[in-house]
């Protein structure tokens, strides 16, 4: 993921023959509201799990059988989008990203911003089935407590909880940041803020470029959207913890505040 990451409408607009498009909605709302022309759908419940080898992640298998069935080759370059400022697009993102699809794109706003300007189909494709091969990325952005542990207390590191002010006040781990997501968002346009007000939010967080940074979250989809967004600007060493602080308080480890295991699920 690079600089060109995300995408605007009519980028988009100008190459639907030459992407290949994923709306991750439900599928009434594909089916019932329309999409993007020539998109297909994987909601997202279908490639996430809650007994995956990777937090979340579904199996190799199951994530090559989705897009297989979607007509989409590991060679594709792939665009997607939710109807949730990109948060849930960008899951699907980062899950094609750690299994060795490299060239993705988020588009930049969701449904609600494409279908202000741009023409929605009602038309489901009938997508050629592939066999999507399943690679190693060149290098995963994965890490365990160890490496959490260590970024807490390393000064060229920061820390960073992407979970609302209120989750973050209750508890977090010792030393972490606070960067709800949706600070980055514009709630009018749906889409990202403009680089500069971007970058003013993450300096007052100390979260600059050249830093190493390590994101943690409570939601897998919440944590993948600052990511998406830290690599879209230009962000080259950031990591992220897929396990939670649920699992970090499950390995007997500190946070702030008087918060349990139960109280973070």
């Not at 996430?48 to 937090?55: F, I, L, N, S, Y």
């Amino acid at each position: 993921m690079n600089e060109e990451t995300v995408v605007s409408a009519d980028w988009l607009a100008a190459r639907l023959d030459d992407v290949r498009v994923v709306d991750v909605r439900d599928a009434w709302e594909y089916d019932g509201i329309g999409h993007v022309p020539g998109a297909v759908n994987i909601p997202f419940d279908e490639f996430r799990t809650e007994d995956g080898a990777d937090g979340m992640l579904p199996s190799a298998d199951e994530w090559a059988d989705l897009l297989g069935e979607a007509g989409i080759a590991a060679d594709d370059t792939v665009v997607a989008y939710d109807d949730t400022h990109g948060v849930f697009a960008a899951r699907f993102l980062v899950t094609a990203l750690l299994y060795g699809h490299e060239d993705l794109r988020l588009l930049d706003g969701d449904f609600s911003a494409w279908q202000r300007e741009q023409a929605v189909s009602g038309d489901a494709p009938d997508p050629t089935p592939t066999t999507y091969e399943v690679g190693e990325p060149s290098e995963s952005p994965l890490v365990g407590t160890a490496e959490v542990a260590a970024a807490r207390d390393d000064p060229e590191a920061v820390l960073v909880d992407t979970r609302d002010p209120e989750e973050y006040e209750a508890g977090h781990i010792p030393g972490a940041v606070n960067l709800d997501w949706r600070a980055v968002v514009d709630e009018e346009t749906r889409g990202l803020k403009d680089r500069e007000a971007i970058a003013a939010i993450l300096g007052e967080r100390g979260i600059t470029p050249g830093t190493r940074v390590v994101l943690y979250c409570n939601t897998a989809r919440r944590i993948s959207h600052t990511y998406v967004v830290l690599r879209w600007l230009g962000y080259e060493d950031v990591a992220f913890y897929e396990g939670s602080l649920t699992e970090w308080l499950r390995e007997g480890r500190d946070v702030t505040g008087d918060v349990s295991v139960d109280d973070v699920r």
